[in-house]
């Protein structure tokens, strides 16, 4: 089955403590995204990535490192979590960023529900 | 600065009422604007990708068009499992393969 796998599902942790929340697909896709959901603010891109070592930053990066190594993974992490960084954060991936005749269609996890005290 | 907006907010209809839903774009080139659908507690799910005005897709109930400055998501008779946050997208024509979300519209149908 396709799909795009995120652990943990949800997560309390302290400020300070680093973390990584995992991401996994396993439909060979080229782009993946980690984004961050908040009432009121929609959805923001955090990073990007267009292929195996090919990163990039969207909305809001601060304060989050990404790696892609492999093609399949790509972690989010936060070396020094702080309290505005609880949130929900959702993984995806698409065969392409879209455009040009391309769906961009992105299959997204089920999210990581993060809570920073 | 790139925006997009979406509107209402929230929106009840009654099953079989049809409406639409507005995407409007602020942004210095599009190179694809995308529809998905959300459920509480899930992640997004695809369903539409327009590249240029004018252009319609349709999928069971919604349809959606794209003009140079906005995009509609058209739903004709809802039915209860239309209820859903609508989230529209922008890809930028020029630079880097950031994507840009609204912040959605609430959609309820009530039977």
């Known amino acids: 089955e396709a799909q795009v796998t995120q652990n943990p599902r949800y997560l309390i942790t302290v400020t300070g403590k680093k973390l990584t929340v995992t991401c996994s697909q396993n439909?060979?896709?080229?782009?993946m995204s980690w984004y961050r959901q908040d009432p009121g603010l929609g959805l923001r891109q955090i990073y990007y990535?267009?292929?195996?070592?090919?990163?990039d930053k969207g909305d809001v990066p601060e304060g989050y490192k990404v790696s892609r190594k492999e093609k399949r993974n790509f972690p989010l992490i936060l070396e020094s979590p702080s309290p505005n960084q609880t949130s929900l954060y959702f993984c995806?991936?698409?065969?392409?960023?879209?455009?040009?005749?391309?769906?961009?269609?992105?299959?997204f996890g089920p999210g990581t529900r993060l809570t920073v005290t | 600065e790139d925006q997009v907006t979406q509107s209402p907010e929230a929106l009840r209809l009654q099953e079989g009422e049809s409406s639409s839903l507005n995407c409007s774009y602020t942004?210095?080139?599009?190179?694809?604007l995308f529809w998905y659908r959300q459920d509480p507690g899930k992640g997004p799910e695809f369903l539409f990708t327009?590249?240029?005005a004018g252009e319609e897709k349709e999928k069971e109930r919604l349809k959606a068009t794209l003009t140079k400055k906005e995009s509609f998501l058209h739903i004709t008779a809802p039915k209860p499992e239309d209820s859903a946050t609508y989230l529209c997208?922008?890809?930028?024509?020029?630079?880097?393969?950031?994507?840009?979300f609204g912040t959605g519209t609430r959609l309820t149908i009530i039977p």
């Open positions: 327009l590249y240029s």
């Open positions: 439909m060979n896709h080229e782009y």
């Open positions: 990535s267009m292929n195996v070592e090919v990163t």
């Open positions: 997208a922008a890809l930028l024509l020029f630079g880097n393969e950031k994507l840009t």
């Open positions: 942004v210095s080139g599009l190179r694809g």
């Open positions: 995806a991936s698409s065969q392409d960023s879209g455009g040009l005749g391309r769906t961009g269609e992105q299959y």
